[in-house]
């Protein structure tokens, strides 16, 4: 990091001659690998081609990506390349996470936290062991935070989902709007207001995701109509589905939907779908999938012993990702955590238990400590929030819990991003919306 820093000040203490030297050597053709880079250039990095560069810098931390951005405008102008964006992107999810807090107060804000897996990995805290969970008494440093603060003076604003970098949310009141930013980029756009509602229905939920195919993101957003049937005395509740492609002028109505459970959802987004833990009888089907290229809906097999009787038991169930596969986390019977990875996606027979947490066999864990995972590293290793409002990993493979820096008191939902430089300028698929630096308020006339 100090040598690439340092690359700026020698740059200075080159003589004329160098430079036209240095200027001379880049403009051969074998040296131009990008249309934009010709020019004087004086580094010695820079005579490698684009792509070896690309691959290099995506390999450095987070932070020191981050200051590359000031060495000199090449370096500015490659980092802000898609193709230095799918690069960095590829890896980022086995180098880095992060996390976005909801703060309580006069204004909800969200505030970005950095944290660096190799801290995870090697801070364990002298408090850890397989019969200790994280004290709620005892004092943790803060995380690392970084310039991304941004607020809403709305007090309803709820998270939508993350993928590859980009964080979507919805606020409720005065008017219902989506919001979609990079933390990274200080980058932000407000969606196109969504169709408004009919007087007989009502706001449910929403999913944010990617699709590999036709390379866009899409909203998903769910709507509930109530009917009273005054004869019968009985109320029926159907549910529709609605979708945004980002970058287009509107929202389309998609028809039917299942019935979501809310808060069934940490890390959804998987196989180019989104899933929830769906309202139903059948507990054959209670995972629903929505496909964003086909934009259909579809189910997908529980686990074998998913029964009547068992299920009765089961409570808190939620969907993530594990090592790349679907997975199920459930409290079952208010005494252990089940997880359950589906090895082959569809696959009914693929299902497969990866490990369980005897809630009573350790000291001080509460059942609330394990409703809502925060995420899977790809180590194995379970984040979680602690009562304490700080973070907590699970390592299955030692049976131990250890317990980090402590997050805030003031927190009130929380979700894991993978940091990225994809840009809303090119994740869009047309130019009819506004791309803006993230601010600390959101526009006045969504307030």
């Known amino acids: 990091m100090m040598a690439l820093l340092g690359l700026k000040r020698r740059a200075n203490d080159f003589t004329t001659n160098d430079r036209k030297r240095n200027c ?11 249309e934009g880079m010709v020019g004087e250039i004086t580094f010695e990095i820079l005579k490698l081609p684009f792509e070896i560069i690309c691959n290099i810098l995506s ?12 060495v000199c405008k090449k ?39 950095t944290i660096d ?37 709305s007090r ?10 980009l964080l979507c949310l919805y606020s409720s009141l005065p008017k219902p709007f989506y919001y979609v930013c990079n933390p990274i980029l200080g980058e932000s756009v407000v969606l196109p207001p969504p169709t408004p509602l009919a007087p007989d229905s009502t706001y449910y939920l929403s999913g944010f995701g990617f699709c590999p195919k036709t390379k866009q993101y899409k909203v998903v957003r769910f709507l509930c109509s109530v009917s009273v049937n005054h004869v019968t005395n009985s109320v029926s ?84 990702t594990l090592g790349g596969h679907f997975c199920l986390c459930y409290i079952y019977d208010d005494a252990c955590l089940e997880v359950w990875v589906m090895k082959d996606y569809g696959v009914k027979e693929s299902w497969s238990r990866e490990f369980s947490i005897d809630i009573k066999f350790y000291c001080g864990l509460k059942v609330e400590n394990l409703r809502q995972p925060v995420k899977f590293l790809n180590n194995g290793d379970m984040w979680l929030m602690c009562s304490s409002n700080s973070l907590a990993s699970y390592n299955p493979r030692k049976g131990t819990f250890r317990d980090f820096k402590a997050l805030a008191k003031w927190k009130s939902e929380v979700i894991a991003l993978v940091p990225s430089f994809v840009s809303l300028k090119d994740a ?9 630096s993230l601010s600390r308020r959101i526009p006045k006339i969504y307030c």
């Open 24 to 34: 001379n050597r880049v403009n051969e053709p074998q040296d131009i690998e990008r």
């Open 59 to 70: 390999r450095l931390p987070l932070k020191t990506i981050i200051c590359c951005r000031s």
């Open 75 to 113: 370096f500015l102008k490659m980092l802000k390349d898609p193709y230095f964006a799918n690069v960095h992107l590829a890896r980022a999810p086995s180098t880095t996470a992060s996390l976005i807090l909801q703060s309580y107060g006069g204004n909800k804000g969200f505030y970005f936290y």
């Open 117 to 153: 897996l190799d801290e995870t990995s090697h801070a364990i805290s002298d408090s850890t062991g397989p019969y200790k969970f994280p004290s709620p008494c005892r004092s943790h440093h803060e995380l690392t935070k970084q310039n991304a603060e941004f607020c809403f003076q």
């Open 156 to 165: 309803h604003v709820t998270f939508v989902g993350s993928c590859n970098g």
């Open 237 to 320: 509740k159907e549910m529709a589905a609605e979708i945004y492609t980002l970058g287009s002028d509107s929202w389309r109505r998609i028809g039917k939907a299942p019935c979501p459970k809310r808060g069934g959802s940490f890390d959804p987004f998987i196989n180019g779908s989104l899933h929830w833990i769906i309202e139903t009888a059948k507990t054959s089907e209670q995972i629903c999938s929505f496909d964003l290229n086909t934009e259909q809906f579809r189910t997908l097999p529980s686990p074998p012993h998913f029964n009547a009787n068992y299920i009765k038991k089961v409570s808190w169930i939620n969907i993530g």
């Open 428 to 436: 869009m698929s047309s130019k009819n919306l506004r791309v803006e």
